[in-house]
DNA sequence: ATCCTACTACGATATTCTTCGTAGTGCAAG
DNA sequence: CTTGCACTACGAAGAATATCGTAGTAGGAT
């Protein structure tokens, strides 16, 4: 039985979105991303990479010579992680606190919140 | 204009949670509530504490020989940041799939199903 | 006055996070 | 073959995190 991956850190959660977003890619796919918004050296995406694949955070395929690098679990499962530890940590895990906490934190449209009333109907249904 | 304090750290949100459930109250207090559930130093505690309230996380009354710490923001603006931190890093800002998240990292009651409801009914016509 | 206890202050350590520079290597173009 | 480039490996350094031990002090009890 292998452990879990930790809780990735933020800077592994921002190249585990590049990951999601574009599916597997070389360091160089990653650090194009990533420097697009922000000034990034490219051997700190590498550095960062070597170490979550050490953490099991990330598979890394070495066929070719510049590795292909993917996220180990789908955004699904370490989204959930990440929700159910915040939930836990710093809301005492009522979710509707933790909605709250959301929706407060900016303006929420019409459209968002049927949403969010149709997420909770399909769950309610086991839909989802 | 002060700048806003940063964001807690683990060990940082498990002492206002305490002081967020309790109010005010000296590391003793503090400490007493944290030993309860794992193994930890008063000095701990208390050197976390001496950091939180240089970072501007809590207030500290100095007025009686044992200091009186006091969370220097209500709970709900603290998880407001954390949630819209969250929102934003790890769910590309879709409340949706943050609610999602929370929901299957585990069971949900019906009960809170129906607070979830409540909650999105006050929030649109700003009760809430 | 002396002693004991509870408290604060603070240094120190180990670990993690984040970033970057340097060194080495394989490969393709000339 | 030689050169240049893109890539990996890795050490290092600085900041943040988390924890604990020691030293010093205030104040009440004897």
Redesign the interface.
């Known amino acids: 039985m292998t452990t879990d991956p930790p809780r990735p850190t ?1 800077a592994e ?2 190249i585990l ?1 590049v990951l999601w977003n574009r599916g597997p890619g070389t360091v160089r796919d990653v650090h194009d991303a990533i420097a697009a918004r922000k000034p990034t050296q490219y051997t700190t995406v590498l550095k960062t990479l070597q170490i979550m694949a050490a953490k099991g955070l990330v598979r890394r395929d070495e066929t070719q010579r510049a590795h292909v690098y993917e996220a180990a679990l789908p955004s ?1 499962v ?7 530890d ?2 836990t ?5 009522s ?12 303006k ?1 449209t ?1 459209k ?2 049927a ?3 149709k ?2 109907d399909d ?2 249904k086991g839909t ?1």
């Open positions: 933020d959660l921002e979105t699904e370490t989204r959930r992680q990440l929700a159910g915040l939930l940590r710093a809301f005492s895990g979710a509707r606190n933790l909605m709250l906490g959301a929706l407060s934190s900016r929420a019409k968002e919140l949403e969010l009333r997420l909770l769950y309610e989802v």
